[in-house]
């Protein structure tokens, strides 16, 4: 739904609510989704809230709450009433649960574990238990078990004695007497299959995709692109099943990603939270530090173009190509480097491909510098009217920026990964400050030499 | 599986193949799934193809041929007989054969054509018709349709009998005797039910989340994340169902988009090829031409630079600063830009924002600059050793530069969007370059009036 759609519809429910017209308001909001829902919470006067939320059928609530921003849940949850809190947290998934647990402040945590189910207490300390960025930290332990020497009948029995609990059906997981998971197989299958008495382990799936609880949220997650699932079994140590992912949480995730290394690409710190929800304070913290901390490495810069002064003074032309040439090799170094970032994130590229990298880098290096120094010569000779020795100088110092810059940008991010820092740290921003200081170098060493300075 | 693991498979497969133990081959062949049997088919050599895949039973070949890139089922084709051929078609999802359609050669589409069963010709050449961006483009035909007035037993009858050849059937859409898309039923739901006489029109969804044919693939694909959907299903201009796009579709467009935004903020052509699988050839013509274009926008800084030779001669240390100067509006410009073409392919902002937008990010901007400033003003006069008056034209730069290169940053990928032209391509490089010419063009000015020049 657009912002407009929202807008209309936060007016349509504050009339109602306003002339009391509470069935009508109630009828409107059965129509809705629940994220479209949601948007219109986030904007709401604190006092209406608790107003419209008691009106909706409790697994509509549900998921509305589910849907909202740590900030309006906790705002609405002090509207509440414990007996009603109790509602909400009985019709949540665990997983839902556990975030709220992780995101609310000690007070509200205190009332929500007070009035949680005994059993949804347990499951929401168990999972507490895992790092938040981890498959365990992320997964439900509300998935649908079957065994393997159950007939399709008595799975389906199961299914339908126990499932309405579960957060998916769609994948059922065998476990052994112990718990070991040994297949899968999908409701799909068990209602397509003709045989009423076959055994499950007759037709399951056993070559299971499977993480374990520490395994990263992020590769987990890549897994469901990979293999096209819709859910995926999360193991202990023991190889024993104790929850799952599911493909919603996934694509979340997937997007975070691609937001972090978006944010960190633009020399700003990442954050989830959509454009307008973000304070000033915010976006101020997420930018300042990053251009204050790009600001004071060019400190290397100056100092080199201090140091060479004399030279500049000389051939004043040289300084009009310092923006031309450090642009050049930011850019050549923000391509191999946010290639290599972006490889290593997806998996393509491992620590021990870098020889295989410099060397394919290197190629393209030579190729891409050698096209803009012969491009630039022609154009310094032709339209800028420089003289020979100094297009030289221009045109040499093109080509090994490039390579200096495409090297480098392929070294910091896998070296970065190597000792166990996140390679997006090294993305265009820092490389391009990097690459200043020896394009300079390069630059006025160049000039020395064939200009005799 | 790692690359390593594929490795090993390989050597496995090949040494079978060679003691010609296909019995052995094709159990452990079994084993595996169709995305890391594909891994191996890549890496293989031709004539091998067609042994190893006439070993597998029908309905995985077709998943391992669906996940093959454009030149190794090509290279496959080639190997086989026309029955066979026939066979993989048939097994393939229609949305899969329109894809193969899509890629192959004029004459390996008549072959494929020609093999087709005629309905199958029938719903790719429906499906070729639609822009291959767009959800008509990407859906698939085979779905499972239900009547508003079937009871669940019958819903679940005409699943049993159908159900087999959809893409999924753990959501069935309810249509009208015209195909009007009425609501939606999850295959959950129908199960769950424990009145087998329950029409579906008494418990389906009407709040069906749709698109139609023409919606951009993107935007469908956003609706998945929004919404937690499973599939989303695509209607006509008169509302008529004629397809849905899966959510495994869904996850790989939203992982492209992402690459193709970073690629763009790193002044490369987008490439939808992992990173060992692009030829030189391809990594040249990707970066080439965006630095060629980029080197030759830098002229306007060169030139700037050139007009105010003198005054850099009077006042040498003002060339120390300009990597620092444009290297800090670089990145400031990079913050906005970056913020808001996300914000835009994320559906967060809109044109009508702008002004909202201008105003945060002007705040912002002052915020950022004035932090800057007052640091480098410090660094400037006790470290630097520099004169007052030249501490304070290059801090002012700063703020402005800031300032400018913000509301810059926002102002371009927003009227780009504007008039129809995709914001990504105002993404940092190009921002970079834009900004450095604005802060010469201050930094000189503010010079000229404050140091007299």
Redesign the interface.
């Known amino acids: 739904m657009?912002?407009t759609a929202i807008q209309t519809l936060k007016n349509m429910l504050a009339h109602l609510d306003d002339a009391k017209k509470y069935q009508s308001l109630r009828d409107v909001m059965e129509?809705?989704?629940a994220?479209d829902l949601a948007a219109v919470f986030e904007d709401l006067p604190q006092e209406k809230m608790p107003v419209l939320f008691r009106l909706m059928p409790k697994d509509l609530a549900a998921e509305v709450f589910a849907e909202l921003s740590p900030e309006t849940q906790e705002a609405l949850i002090q509207g509440l009433s414990d007996r009603e809190l109790k509602l909400v947290i009985d019709e949540l998934f665990v997983d839902d649960a556990t975030d709220l647990v992780e995101e609310m402040p000690a007070s509200v945590v205190k009332r929500i574990l007070a009035q949680a189910a005994p059993d949804t207490r347990k499951m929401i300390n168990e999972l507490l238990k895992y790092p938040e960025d981890s498959a365990g930290g992320v997964m439900t332990t509300e998935f649908m078990e079957l065994r393997p020497d159950m007939t399709v009948r008595q799975a389906?029995d199961a299914?339908?004695k126990n499932?309405?609990d579960k957060e998916?059906?769609?994948n059922c997981y065998v476990t052994n007497a112990d718990r070991t998971l040994v297949g899968v197989v999908s409701?799909?299958s068990l209602?397509?299959e003709?045989d009423e008495d076959r055994r499950i382990d007759d037709f399951m799936d056993?070559?299971v995709?499977s993480v374990t609880t520490s395994t990263d949220q992020e590769q987990t997650s890549h897994l469901?692109?990979?293999?096209?699932l819709?859910a995926v079994p999360v193991v202990d140590g023991e190889k024993r099943l104790v929850g799952i992912v599911t493909?919603?949480d996934?694509?979340?995730i997937?997007?975070d990603e691609?937001?972090e290394?978006?944010?960190k690409?633009?020399?700003?710190a990442p954050t989830d939270k959509?454009?307008?929800r973000r304070s000033?304070w915010d976006?101020?913290k997420s930018?300042?530090p990053?251009?204050?901390f790009?600001?004071?490495s060019?400190?290397f810069?100056?100092?080199v173009?201090?140091s060479y002064?004399d030279a500049?003074?000389a051939v004043?032309?040289l300084?009009?190509?310092?923006?031309?040439l450090?642009?050049?090799g930011?850019?050549?170094g923000?391509?191999s480097?946010?290639?290599i970032i972006?490889?290593i994130a997806?998996?393509?590229?491992?620590g021990r491909?870098l020889p295989?990298?410099l060397w394919?880098e290197f190629?393209?290096a030579i190729?891409?510098g050698g096209?803009?120094a012969i491009?630039?010569f022609v154009?310094l000779l032709v339209f800028?009217h420089i003289a020979v020795p100094v297009a030289a100088v221009v045109c040499l110092t093109?080509v090994l920026t490039?390579l200096i810059s495409q090297l480098l940008g392929t070294l910091l991010p896998v070296t970065a990964n190597r000792i166990g820092i996140d390679p997006a740290v090294m993305a265009?921003?820092l490389i391009?400050?990097i690459v200043?200081t020896t394009t300079?170098l390069v630059y006025f060493n160049i000039a020395r030499v064939i200009l005799h300075l």
Chains 1, 2 share one sequence.
Request: hydrophobic fraction near 45%; glycine fraction near 4%.
């Open positions: 657009s912002d129509t809705l989704n994220p389906m299914i339908r499932g309405i998916t059906i769609n409701l799909r209602v397509l003709k056993t070559n995709v469901f692109e990979k293999y096209g819709l493909v919603d996934a694509i979340s997937l997007q691609a937001d290394d978006i944010a690409m633009s020399a700003m959509p454009y307008f000033m976006l101020y930018r300042a990053w251009l204050l790009l600001m004071v060019a400190t810069s100056s100092m173009i201090r002064e500049l003074a004043t032309v300084t009009a190509y310092i923006p031309m450090t642009d050049t930011g850019n050549a923000s391509q480097t946010s290639t972006r490889g997806l998996g393509e590229i491992h491909d295989r990298v394919r190629r393209i190729l891409c096209t803009l491009c630039n154009k800028d093109l490039v265009s921003p391009t400050t200043d300079l």
